[in-house]
């Protein structure tokens, strides 16, 4: 194992004094301790004294140390070692040991080959060159990781660290359900499952956190991911059918919210009329009509079409801030709006049809809806999704 040099600069601590006493009766650990996550550092300095109460002997340790992790796929750490500078030396059983402990952190564990009677009174420190800080966790990669307080978030790609399942499937043969990740519904999983048959969509969970699952207990009315057999896709990505009078519901109204500004990105390919999604009749975002959203009883724009595979963003920002944008380019800009409070006593939620029948229309990937102007993140967000989606 190579040496991990000890970088020049000013030390600080990292981790508080602590202290501990041990009975050197026999050859035994005499104590350990972690350092967790959130208190590793690229460079780190331990230091250790220790004196026995008899004989007086001393010992202590300065250990500089080089952490890393090996990377997002492998979250184990691994530690490169400095010689262990032994500022004094009076009993040569001690030694200290230093030791990833997998992706959990870093042991310290102090050993003595022997024993004496008595005891020794530790006191141990961390250290880092405050220079070299880093957090040594991989950098947020995930969308609502990178910009999260979304409202709602549904996809079949897995948007926020923690996220498990992403969607609950209905297979056509024998009406059996069962929950998929994201990796699930693209490995096989999910068409093993199904088998020759199709597979409809019972639930598309949420993913932002709130608990505002989209879903649909009728089976008529369920969108179809899985056709005889094969995944649904949409420019080569699994997606969710819409067409007919499918629609998912969100009952009593769980997209409550205060009076707010409204930001939506939506993956979608529209064969014809369509209501991406109805807040409890009180703001829809639309495409293939006359108006591009709808709040309250008004409406703003003149429309945006029906296209093949698109990105379709819409900001409903008040008074007259409003935009929509397709594939990353301007279609609408100084749109009305006025800031909607929806009551827990409106009309369900729903994606893919309003509150008076479904639309006729075509797949839909990913449906994001921020409470919130996020105009500032526009270009980030948008960038973003299209990285995944290769759509622009």
């Given at each position: 194992?190579?040496?991990?040099?000890?970088?020049?600069?000013?030390?600080?601590?990292?981790?508080?004094?602590?202290?501990?006493?041990?009975?050197?009766?026999?050859?035994?650990?005499?104590?350990?301790?972690?350092?967790?996550?959130?208190?590793?550092?690229?460079?780190?300095?331990?230091?250790?004294?220790?004196?026995?109460?008899?004989?007086?002997?001393?010992?202590?340790?300065?250990?500089?140390?080089?952490?890393?992790?090996?990377?997002?796929?492998?979250?184990?750490?691994?530690?490169?070692?400095?010689?262990?500078?032994?500022?004094?030396?009076?009993?040569?059983?001690?030694?200290?040991?230093?030791?990833?402990?997998?992706?959990?952190?870093?042991?310290?564990?102090?050993?003595?080959?022997?024993?004496?009677?008595?005891?020794?009174?530790w006191v141990y420190q961390?250290?880092?060159?405050?220079?070299?800080?880093?957090?040594?966790?991989?950098?947020?990669?995930?969308?609502?990781?990178?910009?999260?307080?979304?409202?709602?978030?549904?996809?079949?790609?897995?948007?926020?660290?923690?996220?498990?399942?992403?969607?609950?499937?209905?297979?056509?043969?024998?009406?059996?359900?069962?929950?998929?990740?994201?990796?699930?519904?693209?490995?096989?999983?999910?068409?093993?499952?199904?088998?020759?048959?199709?597979?409809?969509?019972?639930?598309?969970?949420?993913?932002?956190?709130?608990?505002?699952?989209?879903?649909?207990?009728?089976?008529?009315?369920?969108?179809?991911?899985?056709?005889?057999?094969?995944?649904?896709?949409?420019?080569?990505?699994?997606?969710l059918d819409f067409l007919?009078?499918?629609?998912?519901?969100?009952?009593?109204?769980?997209?409550?919210?205060?009076?707010?500004?409204?930001?939506t990105y939506c993956v979608?390919?529209?064969?014809?009329?369509?209501?991406?999604?109805?807040?409890?009749?009180?703001?829809?975002?639309?495409?293939?009509?006359?108006?591009?959203?709808?709040?309250?009883?008004?409406?703003?724009?003149?429309?945006?079409?029906?296209?093949?595979?698109?990105?379709?963003?819409?900001?409903?920002?008040?008074?007259?801030?409003?935009?929509?944008?397709?594939?990353?380019?301007?279609?609408?800009?100084?749109?009305?709006?006025?800031?909607?409070?929806?009551?827990?006593?409106?009309?369900?939620?729903?994606?893919?049809?309003?509150?008076?029948?479904?639309?006729?229309?075509?797949?839909?990937?990913?449906?994001?809806?921020?409470?919130?102007?996020?105009?500032?993140?526009?270009?980030?967000?948008?960038?973003?999704?299209?990285?995944?989606?290769?759509?622009?």
């Open positions: 194992m190579r040496d991990a040099y000890l970088p020049v600069g000013l030390y600080v601590p990292l981790r508080g004094r602590a202290s501990t006493t041990h009975a050197d009766t026999g050859a035994k650990s005499m104590f350990s301790f972690t350092l967790e996550e959130d208190q590793l550092f690229e460079n780190i300095l331990i230091t250790i004294t220790g004196e026995h109460s008899g004989s007086k002997k001393r010992v202590g340790y300065q250990i500089p140390c080089m952490v890393v992790r090996r990377s997002s796929d492998n979250p184990d750490y691994s530690v490169l070692l400095g010689s262990q500078s032994w500022m004094t030396d009076e009993d040569p059983d001690i030694e200290v040991i230093v030791a990833a402990n997998g992706d959990a952190g870093v042991v310290v564990l102090a050993m003595d080959s022997s024993g004496d009677a008595g005891q020794i009174d961390v250290w880092t060159l405050d220079a070299r800080n880093f957090d040594p966790s991989p950098a947020p990669s995930l969308l609502l990781d990178l910009y999260p307080n979304a409202r709602v978030a549904y996809s079949l790609r897995k948007l926020k660290t923690g996220v498990t399942s992403v969607v609950r499937i209905r297979r056509s043969s024998d009406n059996a359900e069962q929950d998929f990740t994201a990796d699930e519904v693209t490995d096989g999983t999910l068409t093993t499952f199904t088998g020759a048959n199709d597979g409809f969509v019972v639930t598309w969970y949420d993913q932002s956190g709130g608990g505002n699952d989209a879903t649909q207990s009728t089976a008529s009315s369920q969108p179809q991911i899985v056709s005889a057999g094969s995944v649904i896709l949409d420019n080569g990505l699994p997606c007919g009078t499918k629609r998912l519901i969100l009952s009593g109204a769980q997209l409550n919210a205060s009076a707010s500004d409204f930001s979608t390919g529209s064969t014809g009329a369509m209501t991406i999604y109805d807040i409890a009749s009180r703001i829809q975002c639309v495409i293939n009509r006359t108006y591009s959203y709808f709040y309250d009883v008004s409406s703003s724009g003149t429309g945006l079409s029906n296209a093949a595979f698109s990105l379709l963003e819409y900001y409903m920002l008040d008074p007259s801030s409003g935009a929509t944008y397709r594939n990353g380019t301007l279609i609408e800009s100084s749109l009305s709006y006025t800031q909607q409070t929806i009551t827990s006593s409106g009309a369900d939620s729903r994606i893919g049809s309003n509150q008076i029948s479904g639309r006729e229309m075509g797949k839909m990937s990913e449906l994001i809806v921020y409470p919130s102007d996020q105009t500032a993140n526009r270009s980030a967000i948008s960038s973003s999704i299209n990285s995944h989606y290769s759509i622009y």
